[in-house]
């Protein structure tokens, strides 16, 4: 084969690859992350401060916070913390909705609408935090009172964009003050911290997954 006919093929593979890089950059990208964790609280704390503080820790770094604190009546406080668990929408709602749904989740890579159940909790929670063009956010929190204090469990489901030109500049605020998934982490993290303030203890972390990755830069900052 000729030098010339090897520096065209090696030009054209290059142009392939630069378009290759070109096409992953722009192409729209929609990912849908959950996480949960679940931290233990030794407090003989009250059940309004502990969830007043929770509550708080939340109204940091979301847009809105709906919740509850069940009537515990006839209930003695357990040994052992409850748990929360998922419930699929699609699955329990069944009939020609629940169908649909399920289709809608298979067009959306598989994913369907969860949310946390609480059974037993003293409080519970429903947090949301939308940034436009960026990520949407839902976390669910389920207050569980057992004799040696308190268990909070938390369940985040949020969806994050890239890609596209939108997505270059995306990257770089990104850069400058975090990722999605790291002011998740922050939202998780403020919500533990003040319970641990108001009721004078130091969380333990139980389980959880993914670990819980890096926190945004200003968190330093803000806290000093």
Not at 190 to 199: F, G
């Amino acid at each position: 084969m000729s030098k010339q006919k090897i520096m065209v093929i090696a030009l054209v593979t290059a142009a392939l690859s630069g378009c290759n890089s070109v096409n992953q950059s722009l192409a729209n990208r929609q990912e849908v992350v959950e996480i949960y964790h679940i931290f233990d609280f030794k407090t003989q704390a009250d059940v309004a401060t502990v969830s007043r503080a929770a509550a708080n820790g939340l109204a940091q770094n979301t847009n809105s916070v709906q919740s509850s604190t069940p009537l515990q009546i006839g209930n003695t406080v357990p040994a052992e913390p409850g748990k929360f668990t998922l419930v699929d929408i699609a699955g329990a709602m069944g009939g020609g909705m629940g169908a649909m749904m399920q289709l809608a989740a298979a067009q959306n890579g598989g994913v369907g609408i969860k949310v946390a159940k609480c059974d037993g909790a003293v409080w519970t929670s429903k947090a949301v935090r939308n940034i436009s063009g960026s990520s949407n956010l839902t976390l669910y929190s389920c207050l569980y009172r057992y004799r040696a204090g308190y268990n909070l469990d938390m369940y985040a489901v949020f969806s994050k964009s890239s890609g596209g030109l939108n997505g270059v500049f995306q990257s770089g605020a990104d850069a400058l003050i975090g990722t999605p998934e790291a002011w998740v982490n922050k939202t998780i993290v403020d919500t533990v911290r003040a319970i641990e303030s108001a009721a004078g203890t130091r969380a333990v972390h139980v389980e959880g997954q993914p670990e819980l990755g890096p926190l945004p830069a200003i968190d330093k900052l803000s806290r000093g």
